[in-house]
């Protein structure tokens, strides 16, 4: 199973754009990457999902280079609202195990 | 409506007691999974389960042990084996055949051993 890299924690302004990064070195030709949001209390919400190059849904972005050694989830402007953790996964086509790591909690001042 | 349910939101268990965790989903998801989460930490995986009557070990599954009697229905038992059980439980689901689809979660369940 491919483990994942992310900062432990962001800090971000209301209107600005937040970019996480994750890296995940072992990924294999059939894994796909995966973000989720939590916030406290509450089972984790899934966002986005994608395999390479670039997708984008109506809350966020998710950038995946050639290598697909990283990836990148964008929030267009944040909100106070969107203070949560955020968490990358790979997800493995035979394994089928969700593995998560600890997350990038993000926080969003006013 | 569709959905995961977790029963109940919160439970008291007496030390050297077995707890049983319900999880319920009518979504016609074939996987399942459980999962720990401590204050401030990640989720850990305790066990899961790609299809009816089988199911496979997670990272931390001692002390702790499920069955998979029905497509719907993945109960996770919390035994006295479990040293340090106090924690944030939480249930997910997912259609299981391939890698590109979304894991549904439950409202979680917060077992506090007293």
């Known amino acids: 199973l491919a483990k994942t890299t992310q900062p432990i924690s962001m800090d971000s302004y209301e209107g600005q754009e937040v970019n996480i990064t994750c890296s995940h070195n072992?990924?294999?030709?059939?894994?796909?990457i995966t973000w989720y949001q939590q916030f406290p209390s509450q089972g984790p919400r899934f966002i986005i999902q994608g395999y390479k190059t670039k997708v984008t849904n109506e809350v966020a972005s998710l950038f995946i280079p050639a290598d697909r050694k990283s990836s990148t989830l964008s929030l267009p402007r944040v909100s106070l609202s969107d203070t949560a953790v955020y968490y990358c996964?790979?997800?493995?086509?035979?394994?089928?195990?969700?593995?998560f790591g600890s997350g990038t909690q993000l926080t969003v001042l006013p | 409506d569709g959905g995961i349910t977790q029963s109940p939101k919160y439970l008291f268990r007496k030390e050297g007691q077995n707890v049983t965790l319900s999880c319920e989903q009518n979504?016609?998801?074939?996987?399942m999974y459980w999962y720990r989460q401590d204050p401030g930490q990640g989720l850990r995986l305790i066990y899961y389960s790609q299809i009816v009557n089988d199911f496979q070990k997670g990272d931390i599954a001692e002390g702790y042990s499920v069955s998979r009697e029905k497509k719907e229905s993945f109960p996770l038992t919390v035994t006295s084996a479990q040293k340090n059980p106090t924690a944030f439980y939480l249930c997910?689901?997912?259609?299981?055949?391939?890698?590109?689809?979304?894991?549904?979660f439950g409202q979680g369940t917060r077992l506090t051993v007293v």
């Open positions: 997910a689901s997912s259609p299981g055949r391939t890698a590109n689809t979304e894991a549904f």
């Open positions: 979504l016609n998801h074939d996987a």
């Open positions: 072992n990924i294999a030709t059939n894994d796909y």
């Open positions: 996964l790979v997800v493995s086509g035979s394994a089928r195990q969700l593995t």
